[in-house]
Structures are given as C-alpha cells and as structure tokens.
C-alpha cells in the first residue's frame, strides 16, 4: 500500500521559513518523479513543484521560484520542501504527491503564514 506522510507544517510569519518533509512507502521512491502541491482554503489544487527520480532536476512554479527548494532522498525515501521568505500568499495546506499528479498524495501539512 502506498503511504505518503507529510509533516513540518506550522504557524510563521512572513519572511520566514519552514521544511516540509514526506515519508513515502509502498513503492519504489527510488524509480519515482515526486511533486508537491498546495490547496489554499476554498481554491483547487496548484503545483507547487517536481523532481526527476534520476538526476535530481526540478521544475517550480512560478509562484514560489527563488523561494523554494524541493530535494530528496533516496536512501530514506523521504521528499523535502524547503521554503523561504514565506508570504501570506503561500498560506496552503501542502501535499506530497507520487509522480506529476495529485492522484496518489498524502493528508496533508498546514503551512499558515501570517504577523
């Protein structure tokens, strides 16, 4: 079964930073691209960010380039999102998400942004 654990949410404020983390299991992580997406409250789904399961490449949303930084590690099988100068904008529930699309995601993480 596949699980997908995301943790590292909070309450920060503006200017700050917060990292996202993702346990998966049940798969191969290894042989994977993973993504994050975001769902602020009342709004659908918005990709946030991808990494290749090779060679470690990664594409961002426009929303959040410069600020954000996806990795992760195959030896652990655990995705990170690191996020900076966080705005009240970015204020989103944050899920993992094996391969492109929101189909197979975790519960979710509460990134709450605000003075």
């Known amino acids: 079964e596949v699980q997908l654990v995301e943790s590292g949410g909070g309450l920060v404020q503006p200017g700050g930073s917060l990292r996202l983390s993702c346990a998966a299991s049940?798969?191969?992580?290894?042989?994977?691209?993973m993504s994050w997406f975001r769902q602020a409250p009342g709004k659908g789904f918005e990709w946030v960010s991808t990494i290749s399961s090779r060679d470690g490449s990664s594409n961002y949303a426009d929303s959040v380039k410069g600020r954000f930084t996806i990795s992760r590690d195959n030896a652990n099988n655990t995705l990170y999102l690191q996020l900076r100068s966080l705005k009240t904008e970015d204020t989103a529930m944050y899920y993992c998400a094996k391969g492109a699309a929101t189909t197979v995601r975790g519960q979710g993480t509460q990134v709450t942004v605000s003075s």
């Open positions: 049940g798969f191969i992580f290894s042989s994977w691209p």
